[in-house]
């Protein structure tokens, strides 16, 4: 398939996306038993997400195989989503990266002293990086994006790797970030151990992901293809747990955004088991037709483009 065939049959509403998948067990637990919490997404897209009855952690159910995640973001994912048409990040996703990134290096403060080592595991276009060392920071960053991590290495300056096995084998780093990756990953949780395993002593690791919870919008809103897993509080704590990692007291957290430290008590934590249900429950799709027709797609659109256009004349 063509890359603009690709891009506009991932753009058409009321269809499927082009894909099969295949099926897959919980990538947190193992678990096969589902609930079906969704069958449509932002775009008015048939697309099928479901809960994991023994923990919770949300997927696309079929999941998209390895190659065609790879095709998609290939051809259609930073034109569909980021509206990025050429080679250069366009104008409002640096604007807008950068405001995330001093948050981010604001955050971490008290870890980004100078000589700290920092990796940040999908670094897109580096501008936390940039931030980060700009505190003295000595930075690596893990971006399979071919473009936007030649951006930041013209742009920053920055040491930028295509994947996480290109580092040697015993780097460490004292920070490690991953802001809003994860949940376009088929194995967010395996990833979060193999990050968890390249903290130095006494390091911090800073995960952001969206709020499935998150209230304000309609629901399903929340999903899209290129989210193929998704998290609440509880399932990224979980996660973490998972990986030996516990929350960190020092640090603020906001639900899905959190600093965490190795904690050998973190795997004992329980998993809430009534949390698909009540996620089915608070997620209960809306049929298009009737979602069209009650207006409320209006104010997310305006919204969306309001900050599109904002962020595009913003100064830096």
């Known amino acids: 398939m063509s890359p603009s065939l690709h891009l506009v049959r991932h753009a058409v509403p009321f269809t499927g996306y082009p894909y099969r998948g295949e099926a897959m067990a919980c990538n947190l637990c193992g678990g096969t038993g589902t609930l079906v919490v969704a069958e449509t997404d932002r775009r008015l897209k048939r697309l099928?997400?479901?809960?994991?009855?023994?923990?919770?952690?949300?997927?696309?159910?079929?999941?998209?195989?390895?190659?065609?995640?790879?095709?998609?973001?290939?051809?259609?994912?930073?034109?569909?989503?980021?509206?990025?048409?050429?080679?250069?990040?366009?104008?409002?996703?640096?604007?807008?990266?950068?405001?995330?990134?001093?948050?981010?290096?604001?955050?971490?403060?008290?870890?980004?002293?100078?000589?700290?080592?920092?990796?940040d595991f999908g670094s897109g276009s580096g501008e936390f990086l940039a931030a980060a060392r700009e505190r003295g920071a000595t930075v690596t960053g893990v971006e399979p994006g071919l473009s936007y991590a030649a951006f930041a290495r013209e742009e920053h300056g920055a040491r930028v790797l295509d994947r996480l096995d290109a580092l040697a084998p015993d780097e460490i780093f004292d920070v490690v970030t991953v802001h809003h990756?994860?949940?376009?990953?088929?194995?967010?949780?395996?990833?979060?151990?193999?990050?968890?395993?390249?903290?130095?002593?006494?390091?911090?690791?800073?995960?952001?992901?969206?709020?499935?919870?998150?209230?304000?919008?309609?629901?399903?809103?929340?999903?899209?293809?290129?989210?193929?897993?998704?998290?609440?509080?509880?399932?990224?704590?979980?996660?973490?747990?998972?990986?030996?990692?516990?929350?960190?007291?020092?640090?603020?957290?906001?639900?899905?955004?959190?600093?965490?430290?190795?904690?050998?008590?973190?795997a004992r934590a329980p998993a809430r088991t009534d949390l698909a249900r009540a996620l089915a429950a608070a997620l209960a799709p809306v049929s298009p037709g009737a979602y069209i027709a009650s207006g409320a797609w209006l104010r997310p659109m305006i919204r969306r483009n309001a900050k599109a256009i904002r962020d595009t004349f913003a100064s830096r």
């Open 48 to 119: 099928r997400s479901v809960a994991c009855t023994e923990c919770g952690l949300i997927r696309t159910d079929p999941m998209p195989t390895q190659a065609e995640l790879g095709a998609y973001y290939a051809s259609a994912y930073r034109a569909a989503y980021q509206f990025a048409l050429g080679k250069r990040p366009p104008r409002h996703h640096l604007n807008r990266s950068r405001r995330e990134a001093a948050f981010r290096a604001d955050l971490l403060a008290p870890a980004l002293r100078p000589g700290a080592r920092v990796l």
């Open 181 to 266: 990756v994860l949940e376009h990953l088929r194995d967010p949780v395996d990833t979060l151990e193999r990050l968890a395993a390249r903290l130095a002593p006494g390091g911090v690791l800073y995960a952001a992901v969206p709020n499935m919870a998150a209230t304000g919008k309609p629901p399903h809103e929340r999903f899209h293809f290129a989210h193929v897993h998704g998290f609440v509080r509880e399932t990224l704590d979980r996660a973490a747990a998972r990986a030996g990692l516990a929350p960190h007291p020092e640090y603020w957290r906001e639900d899905t955004t959190a600093v965490y430290r190795r904690d050998p008590a973190a």
